[in-house]
Structures are given as structure tokens and as C-alpha cells.
């Protein structure tokens, strides 16, 4: 079933990046799980494995935003799971920035994984 609602060529371009990014962004976590954390000066966590699947969920993530570049109004169902992922990223963070288990410097990560996407999210979402 076809929709009646055209998407832009420019959000469907955001949906590619958004989808090409998070495959990079993703497997440099899965196969380089420490630079970020040794870029920081941060310590790296005990549990480095937990970061790595973190990497293979974005990767995942980056594959069904491609697949929404196709059809973001038929495929709405992801971009909306990516939403909220975009929603609730900042939320954790600010609570990690509270208790001082995550430092401020940190906080790049979420504009580039989450802040940066929210916008053209909402206005697929909206369509």
C-alpha cells in the first residue's frame, strides 16, 4: 500500500546518513571499544564487552535506518524506536552527569549519537 504523504529528498538523506553513520559510529565501538574512552582520558570499563554491544545495537539501528530511507512514512515504526532512543540518550546522560559516573566531556558523544538527530526524527515522525 502506497502512502498519499511524500517525504522530502532531504529527509530521506538524513535517514541515509543517519543510517550510514550509526554502521561507522558502530563498529569502530565493536572493534575499537577502548579508543573512545582512551581519546577522553577517561578510564575504561571493566565490562568492555557491554560497549561493544552497545556498538552491535547501533550498527543494527543503522541498518533499519537505511531501510527507512526507502519509505520513512511505511517504516515509521523504526524511526520512531530511534526517536525515543534519541530521547532517552540525553536523559541517561544527564543522570550519569548528576551522580558523577559520567563526566561533561562525555556529553559530546550525545550530541553526535542523539541531539544532532532529534529534529529531523520528529519531522519524519510528524509526516
Known amino acids: 500500500m502506497e502512502s498519499r504523504y511524500t517525504i522530502s529528498p532531504w529527509l530521506r538523506n538524513v535517514l541515509l546518513a543517519a543510517g550510514i553513520y550509526n554502521i561507522l559510529w ?9 579508543l573512545l574512552w582512551n581519546r577522553m582520558h577517561m578510564p575504561v570499563p571493566n565490562y568492555i564487552e557491554l560497549w ?31 526517536f525515543l532512543g534519541k530521547v532517552f ?21 550525545i550530541v553526535i549519537n542523539d541531539l544532532i538527530w532529534l529534529v529531523p526524527f520528529g519531522i519524519i515522525l510528524y509526516r
Not at 558502530?26 to 577502548?34: H, R, W, Y
Not at 545495537?57 to 515509521?76: A, D, E
Request: some cysteine; charged content about 5%.
Open 89 to 109: 540518550g540525553p536523559i541517561g546522560f544527564a543522570i550519569s552527569l548528576y551522580k558523577g559516573t559520567l563526566p561533561l566531556e562525555f556529553g559530546w558523544t
Open 26 to 34: 558502530g563498529a569502530l565501538v565493536v572493534f575499537a571499544p577502548e
Open 52 to 82: 561493544q554491544c552497545i556498538g552491535m545495537i547501533l550498527g543494527v539501528f543503522g541498518v533499519g535506518y537505511l531501510i527507512s530511507s526507502f519509505n520513512p512514512v511505511r517504516y515509521w515504526p523504526m524511526i520512531l524506536v530511534g
